[in-house]
């Protein structure tokens, strides 16, 4: 195994993310022993709130919540594995639904304090791990969360609505078999400096809207390009993988649950999100906003407003029940 990188990206120029002080270092050590880098922002004794990043992204791109959130609340926000700061494992087999389950039940056992909730919030990838650990850690829902948000992510058929390649229905299980071997291959291989161009603009593609920012573009893509090969190819390949037909279980998932989706969303669209509405025990919240994929970043003063609703609706529940 190795280490991830030291620091993000020097090309990056997306403001939030560079005003955004570090936070108080934690090293949390998942189930396999791959080390996870986390981090603290807000009061130590203010109401906890974890932070669950996407694929090819790293803890900076929560800037925008963990500035806002972190006024009122206790922030806390990891990279997963093979991404940002965290160790990167070389095996493919390093990389599964298991693992992200894991990874993040480790990281609520060793940053909250013993019986103590939090509200876990996840974007695309970290919404897959809140899932996935739902599924596998049915008991531990309730003895760790008090809600859950869950932001333009999936379930299951992970490249049938994916809008990478438009072709005549007959085709579309052609479609989805050269989707999902783009995104493995493309996921895996290092950017070189002489496809940059071409290359940002598929990810931008794939992940904000057209009416995004071009810093906001260009920061994802920084994220994209900064993340270890091996970490990208290993979780483009469990997603692709295991996100098919058989979808990831929610009748664990018994907290209140806001769910966000993108009406512009090419990566996971709107049908996503709104099969999620629909099957969780639980909803709190099913909201639907403009722009693309990274709904965090495209339109955070939204997100912040959903979140800290959720936040509080939950936190005042509790003081009333106790």
């Not at 025990?281 to 979140?307: K, Y």
């Amino acid at each position: 195994m190795s280490r991830g990188p030291a620091r993000r990206s020097r090309t990056s120029v997306f403001a939030p993310a560079e005003a955004l002080p570090p936070g108080r270092e934690v090293t949390v050590r998942s189930a396999d022993g791959t080390r996870l880098h986390a981090e603290v922002w807000g009061p130590d004794d203010g109401y906890p709130v974890v932070l669950v990043h996407g694929i090819t992204c790293a803890i900076r791109v929560w800037a925008n919540q963990i500035a806002d959130l972190s006024r009122h609340y206790r922030v806390i926000a990891y990279d997963h594995r093979g991404h940002g700061r965290s160790e990167v494992p070389r095996s493919r087999r390093s990389y599964s639904l298991d693992h992200l389950a894991a990874d993040l039940d480790s990281v609520l056992e060793q940053t909250l304090a013993p019986g103590e909730r939090a509200v876990v919030a996840g974007h695309s990838m970290g919404g897959i791990a809140i899932t996935s650990w739902s599924e596998r850690y049915a008991e531990r829902v309730g003895e760790r969360a008090d809600g859950v948000a869950l932001i333009n992510t999936t379930t299951g058929d992970l490249l049938r609505h994916v809008q990478l390649l438009r072709v005549p229905a007959p085709l579309a299980s052609v479609r989805v078999r050269t989707a999902g071997t783009l995104l493995k291959t493309f996921g895996a291989v290092p950017v070189p400096r002489a496809i940059h161009r071409p290359n940002q603009r598929f990810v931008s593609m794939l992940a904000v809207g057209r009416d995004a920012d071009p810093t906001i573009a260009a920061f994802v893509h920084d994220l994209f390009a900064g993340t270890a090969p091996a970490g990208r190819g290993g979780w483009a390949g469990a997603l692709v993988d295991h996100l098919g037909p058989q979808h990831i279980g929610l009748h664990n998932l018994v907290v209140p649950t806001l769910v966000i989706g993108s009406e512009k969303d090419r990566l996971l669209p709107m049908v996503s999100a709104r099969r999620i509405a629909r099957e969780v025990p639980n909803l709190a919240q099913f909201v639907e906003l403009s722009g693309g994929h990274c709904a965090i970043l495209e339109r955070p003063d939204d997100v912040n407003n959903h979140l800290r609703l959720l936040i509080d609706s939950v936190s005042a529940q509790r003081r009333i029940s106790s």
